[in-house]
């Protein structure tokens, strides 16, 4: 009987590894062809590693609800879900999403607000800052729905205020809960 290789924890990050550094050395040669001097270097590398741990530091969240879907997947359903996943969630919501918002703010096509965000990044962010506050509610309000979600589930068996929890998961069973909520 033959068994699987076994690999280590840091082996499943070895991907993770290679494409952070990859990425703080673009930033680092970003810093150097637009400064010319080391402390430019410094400056863009350190922004791009600031930003890199918050990324990863507020990632941790969707990665717990992630690992918890991934459980009840078959293995090749964890493959699809973590390829489109990351695709979706790396350039779909860090460029194509923002993009998005600009071309519809501004009302200029795909490829103008791409032109706008390399070119006039000023013009650019100001464009996103109006369009802060519908975004803001947009989130937000998605945001309440999963709140109650998770708070009108009677069938949940972990209670983090029982008593309010208890008390909101029998209306939970109502006709009118029902008809507001995407999913039951």
């Not at 795909?110 to 006039?120: F, T």
């Not at 979600?149 to 205020?161: G, L, N, P």
């Not at 998961?169 to 999913?183: P, Y």
Request: proline share 3%.
């Amino acid at each position: 009987m033959t068994t699987a290789p076994q690999t280590s924890a840091l082996g499943y990050f070895k991907w993770a590894f290679i494409v952070t550094a990859a990425g703080l050395a673009l930033g680092a040669w970003l810093g150097w062809t637009t400064t010319g001097t080391i402390g430019g270097m410094a400056t863009v590398f350190f922004v791009c590693t600031v930003l890199a741990v918050l990324e990863i530091s507020l990632s941790f969240d969707n990665a717990i609800v992630n690992a918890n879907k991934l459980k009840e997947m078959t293995p090749v359903w964890q493959h699809r879900f973590l390829t489109w996943g990351i695709i979706i969630a790396v350039f779909g919501m860090r460029i194509v999403f923002p993009l998005l918002i600009v071309v519809i703010a501004a009302n200029i096509g795909p490829i103008d607000a791409l032109v706008l965000a390399a070119s006039r990044p000023e013009e650019y962010a100001r464009i996103m800052n109006e369009a802060h506050l519908p975004i803001a509610a947009f989130g937000g309000t998605f945001l309440m729905m999963v709140g109650l979600k998770f708070f009108f589930d009677h069938e949940k068996d972990v209670h983090w205020i029982k008593t309010v929890e208890r008390g909101m998961s029998r209306f939970r069973r109502s006709r009118a809960w029902k008809s507001l909520s995407c999913s039951s």
